[in-house]
């Protein structure tokens, strides 16, 4: 076996595979995307020219997209926790939260971050506002979803909590998840105590000078 994971500590997506290597304690290679290392750089574009990462190899087999790396551990190096339940429509369920995070919550912060970085005030300001907007939303639809429930699924980790971690850490930087959603904020400290987010999280720490809209002395 020969796995390695081009990304960066930083970045959201990355630690959501980081998460599910580090739950089972896959052994691979991490290849940090950066200025100091321009050789890995040109490897992930030559083998991913669509400029996304992480990119999973094992291997001769390249391995894009967040959700699908994650799967595709599971199916290829198992390991005790399984991330994915065997029951088709337990699987659903989790597939669908995956999605919720991406998509409903770290695609909003990843608006207020591009209005940040574009340097035009109104932009920024546009950006934050509208990222504000949904993520009130996805909060109070989720402060219902995890009442009586431990992970975002039910009572086991899975894929979910995978993409929950990252999206729920950057998102109350972005816009501070409020005493009013007591179950939201009490899952997110949930995630931040579980030892794989939590070491993926030191990793990335040296970067948060890089956050445009402020990292907040927290976390």
């Known amino acids: 076996m020969s796995l390695a994971l081009y990304g960066h500590p930083f970045s959201s997506y990355t630690q959501k595979v980081l998460i599910a ?3 089972n304690g896959t052994p691979f290679e991490f290849r940090c995307i950066g200025p100091d290392t321009p ?6 574009l030559r083998r991913w020219p669509l400029h996304k990462f992480p ?3 094992d291997d001769a087999r390249d391995v894009a ?3 699908i790396i994650v799967e595709y551990l599971q199916l290829a190096h198992p390991g005790p926790v399984r991330l994915l339940p065997a029951d088709p429509m337990a699987a659903l369920d989790v597939r669908f939260l995956d999605r919720f995070f991406d998509l ?3 695609n909003w912060i ?3 971050v591009n209005g ?3 340097g035009d005030p109104a932009k920024r300001k546009e950006g934050l506002a509208l990222a504000v907007e949904k993520l009130e939303l996805a909060y109070a639809w989720l402060e219902g979803q995890l009442a009586g429930r431990t992970w975002a699924a039910g009572a086991d980790f899975t894929l979910a909590d995978c993409a929950a971690a990252p999206s729920l850490f950057y998102a109350d930087w972005t816009h501070r998840i409020s005493e009013a959603f007591p179950q939201l904020r009490a899952y997110r400290a949930r995630l931040l105590a579980r030892p794989s987010f939590a070491r993926a999280v030191e990793e990335a720490r040296p970067f948060r000078p890089l956050f445009p809209l402020g990292a907040p002395d927290r976390d």
Do not use: I
């Open 55 to 57: 990119l999973l190899v």
């Open 21 to 23: 290597l580090y739950e």
């Open 104 to 106: 409903h919550v770290m």
């Open 39 to 44: 050789q890995h750089a040109t490897e992930w």
């Open 116 to 118: 940040a970085l574009s």
């Open 110 to 112: 990843q608006h207020a």
């Open 65 to 67: 997209e967040t959700s």
